[in-house]
């Protein structure tokens, strides 16, 4: 259907483009709803604050990290130049407790002495990770390691186990039908416009190709975590095309109708 005969919506007494811009912000608050409660969904899944890329991996792929203190002491981590850096033996001590499987019970443990991980991190890590600036010998560091709440969170190993697949079927099938019906709307109400054609179907087919690159990635990337960049990427592309044109249509609502003969439909 050309854009010639398609109906122009701002062509509609006032009461019809009224409803339609007040359907069109409910539709606007209903996508900025929908991706706050995403991120708070899923903002802990890695078990760190903040939204982030992991926490869609471990949604839909599952997490397996090994520990972030083990990873960087088998590097060889410590400032040679430091008064106060690691010596082999401390090394050693560190690693055979975060191998220990006693991690919490064996931190402070008393019976340990000086070899307890506790002392060791206190008397050879704190110069350069300490948590305010100020006592830092290399300036704010970017891991502290004041206590065990400190120390816990780069100590243990990581496993996040994904969604189950029964989960995930049943938000798909939700998602696969509502925001298919959404993002049907938003063309039709685009169809109805006097924007450029070209412009119209740019924004069509990014928000089309989008949900369909997140929806599909959300069962291949339980195989293959790089589809988790698919999920990020047209969930986002959607999102932005979908808004964009719904907030194209509101304008052309109210924007004055053009001089006879001066609107184009190409």
């Known amino acids: 259907m050309s854009g010639a005969t398609f109906p122009r919506w701002r062509a509609e007494a006032w009461p019809i483009r009224l409803a339609l811009s007040v359907l069109l912000l409910v539709l606007l608050g209903g996508l900025c709803a929908s991706g706050r409660y995403l991120a708070e969904h899923l903002e802990k899944r890695d078990d760190r604050p903040g939204l982030s890329l992991d926490d ?14 083990r990873a960087i002491l088998e590097r060889g981590h410590a400032d040679a130049e430091a008064d106060a850096s690691l010596t082999e033996s401390d090394r050693a001590l560190l690693l055979r407790w975060l191998a220990s499987g006693r991690l919490s019970e064996d931190y402070d443990n008393l019976d ?11 008397a050879r890590c704190l110069s350069c990770h300490a948590r305010a600036p100020e006592q830092a010998a290399g300036g704010e560091p970017p891991v502290p390691l004041e206590g065990w709440p400190d120390v816990k969170l780069v100590a243990f ?12 079927l049943a938000s798909l ?8 019906l959404v993002a049907l709307v938003t063309l039709i109400l685009l169809l109805g416009t006097a924007w450029p054609r070209p412009l ?22 339980r195989t293959n975590d790089a589809w988790v960049f698919a999920i990020a990427g047209g969930g986002a592309a959607f999102a932005a095309a979908t808004a964009l044109s719904l907030l ?16 184009t439909t190409s």
Do not use: K, N
């Not at 099938?173 to 298919?180: F, I, R």
């Not at 194209?248 to 609107?263: I, S, Y």
């Open 173 to 180: 099938h939700t998602h696969a039908l509502g925001m298919t």
């Open 112 to 122: 340990l002495g000086d070899a307890a991980p506790a002392e060791i991190i206190a």
């Open 157 to 168: 190993a990581q496993e996040v186990e994904a969604t189950a697949p029964a989960i995930i």
């Open 56 to 69: 869609v991996r471990a949604h839909y792929h599952g997490v397996r990290r090994e520990s972030p203190m």
């Open 200 to 221: 119209v179907g740019l924004l069509a087919l990014v928000f089309a190709l989008g949900l369909a690159a997140d929806l599909a990635s959300w069962l291949l990337a």
């Open 248 to 263: 194209l249509v509101l304008v052309d609502l109210w924007r004055p109708a053009p001089r006879a003969g001066r609107e």
